[in-house]
């Protein structure tokens, strides 16, 4: 494996120190927000993580290898570049063998996390069960990956664009543990309000490392999804966002937009139609998820020693 993944010097002295890790995604650098806030935003993430005491990981996938810590030089090129992939699960081996540069989701994230070594990895929102689903049978890969790789998923719960409640049915199916952090209610990304219910709460990130500790020292493989709210000061008002993203919605349909290229054109259009609030409120979201996994991983990382 070693030239199928290599780790920067500073991640892999911390995973040999049993020091607390956060591994990060890159496809909200190439694919979620515009120049030069993405790189802005990476940066910002990246001290965040360092300043809960912890180190980042930020994941891409380059000349045919994971890349668990990224130089600046290859962060500058995944925010600029226009020849960047987005690879899912189901792309690795293309992307791979033809040494692309690309930016990974959160399924593959948690795959390049897991081969590295690093238990905590923070994002936005994870991918779920699309609006429709039960017709166009869209599931994003996300969901699949939790149920069966040992990482530990921090996002504002799934993003807004889905249908979140099919999506916690999903995962109870797969039997993936959800987790509300703080909070009873699942999150609906922009918002903290989505009338849904968690199906376990923790209050603490002790209390978190302990109960994943617990599942991954029976043996199994699953992950977790710990859902934790965008700061009150950051939520767009529920009935507001929804509103836009019905709208955006009915957009795609008349233009046929479907697919991979659905959620990238979901998120511009609502980026657009909020003149820019969205944005800003999801690099609030993101910079919260990197403080909450840094306090895990943390937390993880003194239960294991």
Do not use: C
Not at 51 to 64: F, K, L
Not at 187 to 208: C, I, K, N, Q, R
């Amino acid at each position: 494996m070693s030239d199928m993944v290599i780790v920067s010097e500073e991640v892999s002295e911390a995973i040999s120190d049993g020091a607390p890790v956060v591994a990060l995604e890159s496809t909200i650098i190439s694919h979620g927000m515009p120049y030069p806030r993405n790189l802005e935003t990476a940066g910002e993430v990246e001290a965040e993580v360092r300043r809960w005491g912890a180190i980042p990981a930020t994941i891409a996938i380059r000349d045919g290898s994971y890349r668990v810590g990224l130089d600046s030089k290859t962060l500058e090129l995944l925010a600029t570049s226009d020849e960047v992939a987005k690879a899912s699960t189901r792309d690795l081996g293309g992307v791979i063998s033809s040494r692309r540069l690309a930016a990974t989701t959160v399924a593959t994230t948690m795959i390049g996390a897991h081969l590295a070594g690093v238990h905590v990895f923070a994002t936005g929102g994870t991918g779920g069960v699309h609006r429709g689903g039960e017709k166009s049978l869209d599931v994003s890969a996300d969901l699949v990956e939790l149920s069966r790789t040992p990482v530990a998923v921090v996002s504002a719960g799934v993003k807004s664009i889905l249908d979140i409640e099919k999506t916690l049915e999903y995962l109870e199916t797969l039997g993936v543990p959800v987790y509300g952090w703080k909070t009873s209610e699942f999150p609906a990304f922009y918002s903290t309000h989505t009338g849904l219910s968690v199906p376990l709460s923790v209050h603490s990130a002790d209390e978190l490392a302990r109960a994943l500790h617990a599942v991954w020292n029976l043996g199994l493989r699953t992950g977790a999804l710990v859902a934790n709210p965008i700061p009150k000061e950051a939520e767009l008002e529920h009935g507001y966002i929804e509103s836009v993203i019905q709208d955006a919605i009915l957009d795609a349909e008349r233009e046929g937009i479907r697919g991979r290229d659905l959620t990238p054109y979901l998120l511009g259009a609502i980026v657009e139609r909020t003149d820019g609030k969205s944005l800003e409120a999801n690099i609030a979201l993101v910079k919260n998820n990197a403080r909450v996994a840094s306090e895990v991983a943390t937390a993880l990382a003194k239960f294991s020693r």
